[in-house]
């Protein structure tokens, strides 16, 4: 069964630091485009970054940009996102998601069950 896990949320204050890790299981991520999203109470889903299959290029909503850092090990079948100088609203639950296809444009067909990542003032 195709299952993504992340980890690595949790409680931090203003100006810290998380590297959240979403792991595959079932299937491997070498042809899948793995984006992040996140999803802050009251508020909608937004995609925070994405990286291509090959890792060679990455997005970043323009809130983050400078701060966090996508990457991925596809040997290791796992994706991280390196969340430095983290601010109270970057508080949501941050899912990860895949996508088959090699860019970042892809429909994410398959979605972690989220960590929540809670940053106090």
């Known amino acids: 069964q195709l299952q993504l896990v992340e980890s690595g949320g949790g409680l931090v204050q203003s100006g810290g630091s998380l590297r959240l890790s979403c792991a595959a299981s079932g299937f491997t991520l070498d042809y899948y485009a793995i984006g992040w999203f996140r999803q802050a109470p009251g508020k909608e889903r937004e995609g925070v970054s994405c990286i291509s299959s090959s890792g060679g290029s990455t997005n970043y909503v323009g809130s983050v940009k400078g701060r966090f850092t996508i990457s991925r090990d596809n040997a290791k079948s796992t994706v991280y996102l390196q969340m430095n100088s983290l601010k109270p609203e970057d508080t949501a639950v941050y899912y990860c998601?895949?996508?088959?296809?090699?860019?970042?444009?892809?429909?994410?067909?398959?979605w972690g069950q989220g960590t929540q990542v809670t940053v106090s003032s």
């Open positions: 998601a895949a996508g088959y296809g090699s860019s970042c444009h892809v429909a994410y067909d398959y």
